[in-house]
């Protein structure tokens, strides 16, 4: 017998797809898989962002139409908000593409993306294209569908506008273009080496007009029940649906499971659509279609016919024929689905598990590998396998993992991204390969790709797995992003170096994107030229270096740099801190990111940090603060100077809160902390007895509803925003002490904001409230619900939303003034009153 099975040892930061022990299916699974191996044709679906999906149509599509399914994303949602944690920009991508993948997992879909980066919500989609590179988009989303090559394109938004988005209207417009486009040799020639022009039959628009008014006429749409029931996984798609649209956590999407009719709506757009009465009308999606395919289907059929429930693995002889008969290159989704069939069918299992979950570079590398084939008669028996086999793979490599996105630094909101081919496949890092066994019972091989994890046993969780990850030997971890100094006092900035192999030794030290160590004379002793008076122009620090020596691999020492600010002066600096062992310069440091829904996340930023002095007064030094969905503020008003005092729930309910002259929450506090909601009482009579609530942004929406009001005075929230993070700023009232106590606040103090002005900002405001600030973005009214102030009983009730939780932890100067400002209120406001 000739070769079949070649094992490919593929590791990375993530694995591939997901860190979890090997999926065996169930009989009825293998029977849905032969289905879709028996159905020619595919569907994408294309959107902006994760959990713009319909993740009900994409459930039916792939299970019930068995048709191969995907869901095309523009970004990863990296400028969404988070409800789960305080990670954002890129950490929060990373959390969203798992979710993706995640949801893809359970409704069948595969999941694509561009290397667009999510800068945050915009208004149009002129805003969208001066801000992402309208070419590039496209040229990735042709190559999706030339490679994909579906017969139906369907988009989840329309070119009007209605998305509310301007990402979302650019989906949908980049979508249209990228129908033509991909049939058109004239662009983007360079994708046809590797891939040829592809025609999608038709394109439909997925019409959502009843998610803003539910009796809205849906009439003049084609129209398909999409919620049937699928007994060969005990769910209906509804169900389905809802499990997948639960993964995406971060932003607060679990979602009630559905049963029964459910309607999805069409709007032809392109393509063969005149007088269809359904979608799929006039598209053959059996192996017809396909030169050759006729012999091909016919054994599929005969194949389904003598399916076995209880014996699988009798159906291996005729599947083995049909592989045989497949092109790899011209049938190479149905090639691979025909493989794995074989191997489920026969119970097949195999694991790739390393004995701890990271090695170094360079670092020998030990392989567990075990396999087992569990089901008796198997036609694998006797060739690659007897009922178990084990041996081990030993191998090191010169590169770290990484996510292949985030290798490069983000360039005009693009992801740098060398191979295409991974906006395809997923492949999370850069693969190494390893031969493996390589036999098996007829002429062509059974490419398995198998993930490479550690494996360990939870006492409360079971058995888990992680991706096996590469680190670098040294790594270098700041335990901030940005350093804030508020005066000439000496800051301590601690660097954590960290082991990722034995016997580490070198040297720590750092650069800057600017001068450091600089003064200038400002007097000398004319008696004696060797005496004067200096002061620093540039961030001063001490000692110029670290020599460091690590014995065990995950060792750390901390090592304290000494800053000082440049006096009588405001400015920034970037520090990179570098690490040199054996002639070698390493730059990054190492983070995880952990939640249970996901994969572990591990990733390798830069040793980076921005320094920044800022000319800040305070009134008082110590605040209270109630957390809400996750945020780094705590961590940015302690910077200042601030003892914060986080308030627990019990302090909430008992505690003395007119200790604190200032309490702030935390984004999204009323939406996620349901102890605020039943004692806010007791906030709002701090507030009443003389105190000062700052109360960052919340939202009313479907993802988080408010139970009732958040404030003692009346006012609502809405969805109205700022996008433009250079808008223009009025000051409505620039006499009010929010805008000069203890800090003057100008119009330069909005200066280097980052991504937007603020988000969900108040409206219907009662007239006790005072609005001293308004802004908007291009040809819009001017708004001034960024930010409300009311007297109530003798302190102040403030409601911002105003996006501090972003601008704080950046470092950003004129934020952290106008912050000082507002938790200064309470001395400054009564004194006006008396």
Known sequence: ?????????????????????????????????LRKLNTVGSVLYIAAHPDDENTRLIAYLANEKCLRTGYLSLTRGDGGQNLIGSEQGIELGMIRTQELLAARRIDGGEQFFTRAYDFGFSKNPEETFTKWSHDSILSDMVWVIRNFRPDIIITRFTTDGSGGHGHHTASAMLAEEAFDAAADPTLFPEQLQYVSVWKTRRMFWNVSTRFANPNADMSPYMKLDVGGY????????????????SMHKSQGFGSAKQRGESLEFFKPLKGDTTGLKDIFEGIDFSWKRVKGGEKIGSLITKILKDYKVEEPQLSSKDLVAHYNSLDEKEHHYYFDLSGKIILNCNGYFRESI?????????????????????????????YVFNIQNKDTTIFSTDKISYLYWTKNRITNNMFFIEDKNNLLRNNFSQPYTLSGYDFSPTSKGIKIVDQLQYKWVDPEKGELYRPLVITPPIMINLTQKSFVFTDEKPKEIKVIVKAGKDNVKGVLSLKSDGKLNEHKIISEDKNNPKVALAELTTFNYSPISYNFELAKKGDE????????????????????????????????????????????QTWFPEAEAKLVKVDVKKTFNTIGYIQGAGDEVPASLEQMGYKVVMITDEQLQNG???????????????????????????VFDYVKEGGNLIVQYNTNSFFGPLKDQISPVPFKLSRDRVTIEEAPITFLLPEHPVLNFPNKITNTDFDGWIQERGIYFATEIDSSFECPLSMNDPGEKPNKGSLIIAKYGKGNYVYTGLAFFRELPAGVPGAYRLFANLLSLPKNMQKLTK
Do not use: C, W
């Not at 690490?579 to 995880?592: F, H, L, P, R």
């Not at 003395?656 to 007791?682: C, D, H, W």
């Open 354 to 382: 390393s004995d701890r979950p990271n090695f170094s570079i360079n670092e020998k590398i030990t392989i567990a590998n075990g396999t087992i084939v569990r089901t008796p008669n198997s036609i694998l028996k006797g």
């Open 1 to 33: 017998m000739k070769k079949l099975i070649t094992f490919i040892l593929s590791f990375s930061i993530l694995g591939l797809v997901n860190a979890q022990a090997p999926k065996s299916y169930t009989s009825s699974e293998i029977l849905l898989q």
């Open 230 to 245: 699928n007994p060969l996984l005990g769910k209906s798609y509804g169900e389905i649906a809802a499990e997948s649209r």
């Open 656 to 682: 003395n809160l007119n200790e604190f002259p200032a309490i702030v929450l935390g984004v999204r506090a009323f939406n996620t902390n349901e102890k605020l909601q039943q004692y806010k009482q007791r």
């Open 557 to 600: 020492k901390i090592f304290t740099f000494q800053f000082k600010a440049p006096i009588n002066q405001s400015t920034s600096s970037t520090i990179n801190f570098t690490a040199e062992i054996d002639g070698q310069t390493y730059t990054k440091g190492i983070k995880e990111i952990k939640y249970d829904h996901i994969p572990v």
